[in-house]
């Protein structure tokens, strides 16, 4: 069975910095692509960050980019995410999302964590 | 913001019909990309619930389909029930980065 587990929830202040973790099992990590979507509160799904599987090709949302840094690790079958110079608007759950593959076609998510919660507040 | 626009909300009796929209550009959609379908209830894990514009995952009643014309696509749920009250999102590929509806809300009265 396929789980994905984020950790890293913490309330930050405005400026600061956090890691968020998702641990992987019951699929072959280090093959799959991965991304991170967030969801603040009252609004959408939306996409953060993606990776592939050997962490040559990333891609940020232009609300995050030069401030969030994405990465794995295929031994430990870990995805994280470093979000730097937090700001109020970048509170939200956080998502680990797995893309069902590596094709041409493949650009959906097929399992999702449960989510992890940033606040970023004074 | 999002670039695929859905209505916020649709609702429907237990035993009808509802469709939700998913409205998209030249760009994602209208350029060749697959359209996705997502049901989220709160404080859970979203769901694929169908890929591909039409095709459902091993697990997901028949109840849900997708089509793709144009520039936008749809989710059909025939036979609403109680925990179809949801919500639900459409996700697609734009400027090589992924893009998700606005989400819609259904209610089943």
């Known amino acids: 069975e396929v789980q994905l587990v984020e950790s890293g929830a913490a309330l930050v202040q405005p400026g600061g910095s956090l890691r968020l973790s998702c641990a992987a099992s019951g699929f072959t990590f280090s093959n799959s692509p991965m991304s991170w979507v967030r969801q603040a509160p009252g609004k959408g799904l939306e996409w953060v960050s993606a990776i592939n599987d050997k962490s040559d090709i990333i891609k940020y949302a232009d609300s995050v980019k030069g401030r969030f840094t994405i990465s794995r690790d295929n031994s430990k079958k870990t995805l994280f995410l470093q979000l730097n110079s937090l700001r109020v608007e970048d509170t939200a759950v956080y998502y680990c999302a797995k893309r069902f593959g590596s094709g041409p076609a493949d650009y959906y998510f097929d399992h999702w964590g449960q989510g992890t919660l940033v606040t970023v507040s004074s | ?109």
Do not use: M
Request: aromatic fraction near 10%; proline fraction near 6%; glycine fraction near 12%.
């Open chain 2, 1 to 109: 913001q999002s670039v695929l626009t859905q209505p916020p909300s649709v609702s429907g009796a237990p035993g009808q019909r509802v469709t939700i929209s998913c409205t998209g550009s030249s760009s994602n959609i209208g350029a060749g990309f697959d359209v996705h379908w997502y049901q989220h209830l709160p404080g859970t894990a979203p769901k694929l619930l169908i890929y591909g514009n039409i095709n459902r995952p091993s697990g997901v009643p028949d109840r849900f389909s997708g089509s793709k014309s144009g520039t936008s696509a749809s989710l059909a749920i025939t036979g609403l029930q109680a925990e179809d009250e949801a919500d639900y999102y459409c996700q697609s590929y734009d400027s090589s980065l992924y893009v998700f509806g606005t989400g819609t809300k259904v209610t089943v009265l």
